[in-house]
């Protein structure tokens, strides 16, 4: 089962599909019909609410999901959970380790095999510049296969000395 850490997210997430592999007779959903807006403005329905057991590394706690007919991973771990169980991610050495975690690899071999070398990130919004300035297409090369930082600073700067 796949399962996403995303600190931007305020409710943890189960996809439907998911929940119904794990489902069990004394496992009860409370049916709902709200939505919610995700991140890139799209509506998200709520099927319902379901309390699970959620075992990462040697945590294991029950955990209220919200369940949604797909989703980008089966389920998807909340900044709140995070904070209450002192998650850290560690990205420079692939890592999510807490006091109550342990220590563990995040990286799927598989899924990093499959990334794309360029990730590219585009905007629906008009965007205005100050005069005097310019707006130059480049790419960010994808920080899975980096790991390094990427400063939007020099490449302004290389702009500004041309």
Known sequence: MSVLLDSGSNVSLI???AF????KVDTLMQHTTFKLVTASK????VKGIVTLKLNIGRLECPTEFLVTET?????IVAVDFMAKH?????????????????ELKWINKGLKASL??????HTHDEAS??????????????????KRN???LSVRSSLLKR
């Open 15 to 17: 996809a439907l599909p």
């Open 20 to 23: 119904l592999r794990l489902w």
């Open 150 to 152: 990427v400063s939007c």
């Open 129 to 146: 510049l100050p005069e005097n300035e310019c707006l130059v297409d480049c790419e960010v090369p994808n920080f899975e296969r980096q």
């Open 71 to 75: 989703l980008v991973a089966d389920v």
């Open 42 to 45: 799209q509506t998200l329905a």
């Open 86 to 102: 002192e998650v850290v991610i560690d990205f420079r050495r692939g890592l999510v380790y807490g006091p109550e975690l342990g």
């Open 116 to 121: 794309p070398e360029v990730c590219t990130v």
